[in-house]
Structures are given as C-alpha cells and as structure tokens.
C-alpha cells in the first residue's frame, strides 16, 4: 500500500513539473511575441535574428533565445528559414509572427482599437531603442 501512496505522489510531482516546465515557456513566448513587436519593423511583426539577439532586454529574459525560438516555431508562433540558429552566422534570418495581428487580437478587436495602445507603446519603443542604438 505504501509503495502506491509513493508512487501516485511521485507521479504528481512529475505533473506539477512538467506542468511549471509548460507554463514558463508559454509565458517565455508570450513575451517573445512582444519582443518581435518592439524590436522589429514597426510596420511588420518580423525581426532580423541577430537584432533579436543583440537587444539587451531579449538578453536579460531569455536562458536559450534560440530554444524558445525553436519551440515557438515548432507551436507555429513563429517561421524563420533556418534549421537552426547561431549568433553571427545566422545575424540576418529574418523571424516573422505568423499571427499578423497586433499582440495576437483578432482583427475585429484591432478595427475597433482594442489592444493598439500597447501595440502604439511597443512600438515606439522599439524606434526609440534604434534611434539610440544609431547615435552611439
């Protein structure tokens, strides 16, 4: 009887785990989708790998850029034409959304202006972070 009790607590440790494994890369990928925002082309939700890599926030957020990346592409989050990717050699793959919309609204959410605040924010962001990376 024991053995079971050991047993079923063991495998809903594993659960729990695996279960805090899942819910962190979600949210690794949700702010991955913010990055690509504010890193990117303000125009378009796409980011030159090696710009991704560079910018210090992605730097100080993420433990493996290119795992989370691997694994956004593998949910269809992300497209990029790579096998894989390496800083330097791989600095101008270019990272695109597959959802275009705004910070993953609907399209009827973003005519009716739902969610483009933030979308405004990130983006400014983003173009006042070049503008600063121009002038040093």
Partial sequence: MAAVVDESISQSSSASRVSD???????????????????????????????????DDVQQHYEGLAAT???AKKRGVVTYKSPILLKGA???????????SPLG???KETSNNVGKDELDELKLSGLDAKEKMGSS
């Fill in 69 to 71: 990346l691997k694994a």
């Fill in 90 to 100: 791989h600095d101008k793959v270019m990272v695109n959304l597959v959802d275009t």
């Fill in 21 to 55: 494994v899942e819910q962190r890369l979600n949210n690794e990928i949700q702010q991955l989708v913010k990055d690509i925002w504010r890193v990117g082309d303000p125009q378009k939700p796409q980011v030159p790998f090696g710009e991704l890599f560079d910018d």
């Fill in 105 to 107: 609204s609907s399209p």
